[in-house]
């Protein structure tokens, strides 16, 4: 499993291709890659199943969250894009990444904030607010999180 050091290094290199997304000038001038992956299989892979499965206005998407996640038609960076079925800007998508990055910042996954908070008490999971979203540690969302925070998710040649 993945360790500490390697999710230290993981969130270090997903906040500084976050200050790059808002213009700031660093080693990458471009943001299509990330140590979890590269962030067009985040948009890809992963974003999905957070639009769907948790940024609503009634779990994720929304300011006042500690883990506020955009999606389109939902909470946006731009207040007066709220509710617009629009794509998510490279912003927005490098946001999202760096904030599920940060929640998974554990000696393992298994014992992430990302990871433990939705899992069902019966398979390990440490109680979610809104009750189980993965049953199990074979949930597809999960599996995709997993794939995409160890650098193993599908490579689809950049961002959407």
């Known amino acids: 499993m993945i360790r500490a050091a390697y999710l230290s290094?993981?969130?270090s290199t997903a906040i500084?291709?976050?200050?790059?997304?808002?213009?700031?000038?660093g080693p990458e001038s471009s943001l299509t890659l990330l140590e979890t992956g590269p962030l067009g299989a985040y948009a890809t892979e992963v974003q999905p199943h957070v639009a769907e499965r948790c940024a609503s206005g009634g779990c994720h998407?929304?300011?006042?969250?500690?883990?506020?996640?955009?999606?389109?038609?939902?909470?946006?960076?731009d207040a007066s894009r709220l509710h617009l079925d629009e794509p998510l800007t490279q912003q927005e998508l490098g946001e999202n990444a760096r904030r599920l990055a940060a929640f998974a910042h554990g000696s393992e996954l298994e014992s992430s904030e990302l990871f433990c908070k939705p899992l069902a008490l019966e398979?390990?999971?440490c109680a979610h607010?809104?009750?189980?979203?993965?049953?199990?540690?074979?949930?597809?969302?999960?599996?995709?999180?997993?794939?995409?925070?160890?650098?193993?998710?599908?490579?689809?040649?950049g961002l959407p």
């Open 9 to 11: 290094a993981l969130l």
């Open 61 to 77: 998407g929304r300011a006042d969250r500690r883990l506020r996640l955009y999606a389109p038609g939902h909470y946006r960076a």
């Open 123 to 125: 398979a390990g999971g």
């Open 16 to 25: 500084l291709a976050s200050s790059s997304i808002a213009g700031c000038d």
């Open 129 to 157: 607010g809104v009750g189980e979203v993965f049953v199990d540690w074979t949930d597809p969302t999960c599996l995709a999180l997993e794939r995409w925070l160890s650098g193993r998710a599908p490579v689809d040649g």
